[in-house]
């Protein structure tokens, strides 16, 4: 799907370690790196000429990469907010963040960026071992929490199982082996 999508133009994949690189280590000392990456991200997303996007949107995988390499959590989170700002409300987009967490994690930083994400987010997807550790038949479960203004969040649980080029989700004790 990916591939096709690349080949019709609607899918852009831009080589962020690679170019994170040159632009949080670069020569320009005078420019935050996190607006540099964020200008490459701009640049990445004006469509051509007589070509026009229609719902951009922009998959950021994975945003504790910037952590790792020593960005300060406050320009993590101007970035996705600069990014948000352009995708989501001037070319009416969405944009999809990976962030790693863990409930153990003696990472602040780390945290911090979750946290901020998770409270500025629309739509927040967590994926999560099982509590009661391995079984064969679930791998497993999701939790998604719609956020909705003034109301408490919408929270749904689906449990998963990884297959061969597939994935399968199903109700909670809805798997093939109690079934």
């Not at 998770?118 to 009661?132: K, P, Q, R």
């Amino acid at each position: 799907i990916l591939a096709a999508a690349k080949e019709r133009g609607q899918l852009v994949f831009l080589e962020g370690l690679k170019s994170c690189l040159d632009l949080l280590f670069g020569e320009e000392e005078h420019v935050p790196p996190h607006i540099s990456l964020f200008d490459f991200v701009r640049v990445s997303l004006t469509p051509a000429d007589g070509d026009s996007w229609k719902g951009p949107v922009l998959l950021v995988d994975d945003l504790s990469v910037l952590l790792s390499l020593g960005a300060a959590p406050v320009a993590v989170l101007d970035f996705i907010h600069y990014c948000r700002v352009s995708v989501c409300c001037q070319l009416k987009g969405n944009v999809v963040v990976l962030v790693h967490s863990n409930e153990d994690s003696e990472d602040e930083e780390n945290e911090l960026v979750v946290n901020s994400l998770c409270h500025h987010s629309d739509l927040i997807l967590w994926a999560e071992g099982l509590a009661t550790g391995f079984c064969k038949d679930v791998h497993g479960q999701v939790r998604l929490s719609l956020r909705q203004a003034a109301e408490q969040d919408l929270v749904q649980i689906y449990q998963y199982k990884i297959q061969d080029r597939n994935v399968t989700f199903f109700a909670r004790g809805l798997s093939a082996a109690v079934l």
